[in-house]
């Protein structure tokens, strides 16, 4: 994605790849900028079972995964079901997570009806399925948010960052010596929960710098792999 904000040139490039220019505000208008959900092969595999069974069934199932958002799991509720429809718990409890799963990604990046669609479109469900289960999203992801905000700690985050660099230029005692040069940092963080700002001082040299940069920037490509998003999602 390209800009240039003088002559307001933006190049922005679809989920088809095909690349617009729009030369003014008004061309943004036509482009809707779309998100969806990709679902990885074990919750799409787990969610096919719903393809085999009644819509009342799948209402039920769509409560369940409600109760499992708000309180977790329940395994009673695994067996009573399948009991019920004659399979194995672990059927029923892998259902129950995948659309958990659907329902809080989707519910977290607050995506409408037609995104919401679109994330179904890999598991090639009847129309009459996806649109009860975009009808229980729409329903509940105002709750799921509510809950999602009550289940993730109010961390400090970023605000701001000021910095300075200090070199002594001259010294007399250290004629001829290098005089390592000097980064003073204020680091300004905001409370997730009260919203109250806080300064931080920091001092550090260009070498300790450039090693915390190194360890974020693999920290950040750690976070990105399949392993880590696997664990993320166990964990949600």
Not at 18 to 31: A, V
Not at 60 to 69: G, Q, V, W
């Given at each position: 994605m390209t800009h240039q904000f003088q002559n307001f040139y933006l190049f922005v490039t679809?989920?088809?790849?095909?690349?617009?220019?729009?030369?003014?505000?008004?061309?943004?208008?036509?482009?809707h900028i779309k998100m969806i959900i990709v679902l990885d092969s074990h919750h799409t595999e787990d969610l096919q079972f719903l393809k085999t069974v009644e819509n009342d069934v799948i209402?039920?199932?769509?409560?369940?995964?409600?109760?499992?958002?708000?309180?977790?799991?329940?395994k009673k509720l695994y067996i009573a079901a399948s009991k019920k429809l004659n399979v194995s718990p672990d059927v029923i409890e892998n259902v129950v997570k995948g659309l958990s799963h659907l329902f809080v990604e989707c519910s977290r990046f607050m995506l409408n009806d037609a995104d919401f669609k679109d994330s179904l479109s890999i598991l090639k469900f009847e129309n009459e399925l996806v649109d009860l289960l975009k009808e229980v999203y729409l329903e509940?992801?105002?709750?799921?948010?509510?809950?999602?905000?009550?289940l993730y700690p109010h961390f400090d985050h970023y605000s701001n960052l000021e910095w300075r660099l200090d070199v002594?230029?001259?010294?007399?005692?250290?004629?001829?010596?290098t005089i390592n040069p000097i980064y003073l940092l204020k680091l300004t963080t905001q409370s997730g929960g009260t919203q109250e700002k806080k300064e931080h001082i920091l001092q550090t040299d260009p070498n300790n710098l450039k090693h915390l940069c190194n360890e974020l920037e693999a920290a950040l490509m750690e976070i990105r792999s399949n392993d880590c998003r696997r664990i993320m999602r166990n964990i949600k």
């Open positions: 679809d989920l088809d790849n095909t690349t617009f220019l729009c030369t003014s505000s008004s061309d943004l208008i036509s482009i209402r039920e199932f769509c409560n369940i995964s409600l109760e499992f958002i708000r309180k977790g799991d329940n509940q992801r105002n709750e799921i948010r509510i809950i999602l905000q009550e002594q230029v001259a010294n007399r005692s250290l004629r001829g010596q």
